[in-house]
C-alpha cells in the first residue's frame, strides 16, 4: 500500500535526520489521516493517490505565484516538496500513449462520440486518470 510506504519513508527520515521530507510526508499523512476520518475506514491506493495529485496541484499553483510574486525562495521549497510527492505517484503516459489511449477510447465508443463529443470526455477521464493528468487528457480529446 502507499500508505505504508509513506510511513515507512517517514520512519527512515526521522532516522536519518531529513527534516525537510519529514515535514513533507507528515504533511502528506496528515491529509490522508483526515481522508480516513472522513470515510471511517482506511483510504484505498485509489484515494490515497487522489490525495497526492491534489497536492502536486496545489503545489504547482503555489510554485507559479511565488515565480510571479518574485520569491524564488519559496518556489524552490515548494518544487523540493513536489519532487518528494512525485515519488509515489505513477509513471504518466507520454503524450504519444496517450494519444493512442484516447484514440481506443474513442473508436470503442464511436456512436457515443458521433452523438456527442463532449460526453467521451468523461469516458476518457475514468479510464486515464491513473495515468496522466486530466488537463493533458483534455488537451489530446480537443487536439481531436
Known amino acids: 500500500m502507499i500508505k505504508q510506504t509513506i510511513q515507512n519513508d517517514q520512519i527512515t527520515a526521522l532516522k536519518s535526520g531529513d527534516k525537510k521530507k519529514l515535514e513533507t510526508l507528515r504533511y502528506i499523512l496528515a491529509k490522508i489521516k483526515n481522508k480516513e476520518i472522513e470515510k471511517r475506514v482506511e483510504p484505498t491506493d485509489e484515494e490515497v493517490?487522489?490525495?497526492?495529485?491534489?497536492?502536486?496541484?496545489?503545489?504547482?499553483?503555489?510554485?507559479?505565484?511565488?515565480?510571479?510574486?518574485?520569491?524564488?525562495?519559496?518556489?524552490?521549497?515548494?518544487?523540493?516538496?513536489?519532487?518528494?510527492?512525485?515519488v509515489y505517484l505513477p509513471k504518466e503516459l507520454s503524450d504519444e500513449d496517450l494519444k493512442h489511449e484516447v484514440d481506443r477510447i474513442i473508436a470503442a465508443n464511436q456512436d457515443l462520440y458521433n452523438k456527442n463529443a463532449k460526453a467521451i470526455i468523461g469516458l476518457c477521464m475514468k479510464e486515464l486518470k491513473n495515468k496522466?493528468?486530466?488537463s493533458r487528457i483534455l488537451q489530446m480529446i480537443e487536439a481531436r
Open 49 to 86: 493517490l487522489d490525495i497526492l495529485r491534489k497536492q502536486v496541484k496545489e503545489l504547482k499553483e503555489s510554485i507559479d505565484s511565488f515565480e510571479k510574486g518574485n520569491r524564488p525562495d519559496l518556489a524552490a521549497e515548494y518544487k523540493g516538496q513536489l519532487e518528494l510527492i512525485a
Open 132 to 134: 496522466a493528468e486530466s
